[in-house]
């Protein structure tokens, strides 16, 4: 005979790094069954035909395999349970049967045994010469039953069937050995089984019809509720493949489920008004960027036709000199515009941490011809995470803005909070010019806004300063506000809040 040699697995070990093999295997397999069904229909493409492709078919198949999953567990669970509750009955009455006759039987009192009892079927005792020492009516001339184990006394339970008394049904049969004035003997008790193949045949009928019906029914209620569930999703689907660039103002429809779909619909709006927002600021942006590019180039090609039709040279040096400034204007206007261009692109910061009050020391005593002078008190070793450059940009822009209305002082004043928990730096540019009113000092960071449009040309501003100053500050994760003077009095005050490195 071949020997068969069952390996035991030994206790896992760790990897190289560290990480247990049961753990790596554990992972591998479920990666193996997260791919099964892409190398199933790989494999065999005309399952591909016969795979749900939507949502709606995919939980249908779903539930319906679940279910009958379930039923199956469920219907053998239950014929199981039936068979050995009538097994264990029947089993009983011809155990306590069989146990009444062979006490009789071990008296030497066969000759007192009643008929069996309501539920047996037979009884029979054969003696240990393979005689028929008693037998139940039904089982006259029927010969000895065989001993599965003669001469060895105790009780063992079979199931037959005896072909003289009913051959359709089982026999639960308990054979019961024992001690007689004869001998040893054997008495054989048998209950019919046909109560339970009966259940049995009327369970497994009622399974085999209810089953499909009720499968039937699940994946129908599935199919609708699903569908119902689903149809908002389709109507949000159907009307955001209609929205183009021109209908932003469109919006999906809300379902009152207040459930997913509902939020997700919310949010898809959401959306879109973000997006009309941006469209609306976009095209905004582009009107005023051409009214402003206008102005200048109107000008520059008035001044260099003004220069081509004049023939005096002595007024060409004027001329050319209004035309450079025009230039110049529009270099600046250009590049403001390229910023908020990069801004709006929200591309990534380069930033690394820096002395906040070296880069304004730097930036303020770095300018040349200011109108009023500029005084600096500066907390020292402010450091802030940040672009030098565009942080640089901020403090040139707020310096230019106070220089512009300032009447004979610009005070710049650094220093650190404690009124987060990482600390914040607080930058602030005063002016004593005529100040900001209550009522504008939010419309001065929209971009193109003029308080004093006239004024603000004369001094060269496209009233694009403190709009690029504001988005590179929100840009930093910091604030940029206007507010009052300093204990009431005369100017304007622009505040700078950035979260420093370090606590202070």
């Not at 049904?169 to 054989?188: F, H, I, K, L, S």
């Amino acid at each position: 005979m071949a020997e068969t040699v069952v390996e035991r697995p030994g206790p896992r070990g760790r990897g190289k790094d560290g990480e247990r093999e049961g753990d790596r295997d554990g992972e591998r397999v479920r990666v193996a069954l997260r791919a099964l069904p892409g190398r199933v229909l790989r494999r065999w493409p005309a399952l591909r035909r016969l795979w749900p492709t939507t949502v709606r078919a995919r939980a249908t198949v779903g539930a319906s395999v679940v279910v009958a999953a379930a039923l199956a567990l469920a219907s053998f669970a239950l014929l199981g349970l039936l068979e050995a509750n009538l097994l264990r009955n029947a089993e009983n009455d011809a155990r306590r049967q069989a146990e009444t006759v062979a006490q009789l039987a071990a008296a030497g009192k066969l000759g007192r045994a009643r008929p069996p009892a309501r539920g047996i079927d037979f009884v029979q005792v054969v003696g240990a010469d393979g005689r028929v020492l008693f037998a139940s009516p039904n089982l006259a001339g029927v010969p000895a039953f065989p001993p599965t184990v003669p001469g060895v006394p105790g009780t063992r339970f079979h199931t037959w069937r005896v072909r003289p008394l009913d051959g359709e049904y089982r026999q639960r049969v308990v054979q019961v050995v024992t001690e007689t004035p004869d001998g040893m003997a054997t008495v054989y008790a048998g209950a019919s089984l046909r109560d339970a193949d009966a259940a049995d045949d009327t369970t497994t009928a009622a399974l085999v019809i209810g089953m499909p019906l009720l499968l039937a029914t699940v994946a129908l209620v599935t199919w609708r509720v699903t569908g119902h569930a689903l149809r908002p999703v389709e109507e949000i689907r159907a009307e955001v493949a209609e929205i183009s660039d021109r209908g932003l103002h469109r919006r999906v429809p809300v379902p009152a489920t207040r459930d997913e779909v509902a939020r997700l619909a919310e949010t898809m709006n959401a959306t879109l008004d973000r997006l009309e927002a941006s469209g609306i600021r976009q095209q905004q942006f582009i009107a005023d960027a051409s009214h402003e590019l206008r102005s200048p180039i109107t000008v520059l090609r008035t001044q260099l036709e003004v220069a081509l039709a004049v023939q005096d040279p002595e007024l060409w040096p004027e001329l050319i000199s209004g035309a450079l400034e025009d230039i110049e204007r529009l270099q600046h206007l250009t590049a403001d515009l390229l910023l908020l261009a990069r801004i709006d692109a929200a591309q990534p910061v380069v930033a690394a941490p820096l002395d906040l009050t070296d880069l304004v020391r730097e930036v303020v005593e770095g300018r040349l011809g200011d109108r009023v002078p500029v005084r600096l008190r500066l907390e020292p070793d402010v450091e802030v995470t940040a672009g030098a450059l565009w942080l640089g940009r901020i403090v040139t822009n707020l310096v230019d803005n106070a220089q512009r209305y300032a009447e004979g002082r610009v005070d710049v004043t650094l220093r650190t909070t404690n009124d987060t928990r990482r600390g914040t730096a607080v930058l602030e540019v005063v002016d004593d010019g005529p100040g900001v009113p209550a009522a504008d000092r939010e419309r001065i960071f929209e971009r193109f806004t003029r308080l004093d449009d006239s004024r603000s040309r004369d001094h060269g501003g496209a009233g694009l300063g403190l709009a690029i100053a504001r988005d590179l500050s929100t840009h930093h994760g910091g604030t940029l506000t206007a507010e009052g003077g300093v204990g009431g009095a005369a100017g304007a005050r622009m505040v700078l809040r950035l979260p420093t490195t370090r606590r202070p």
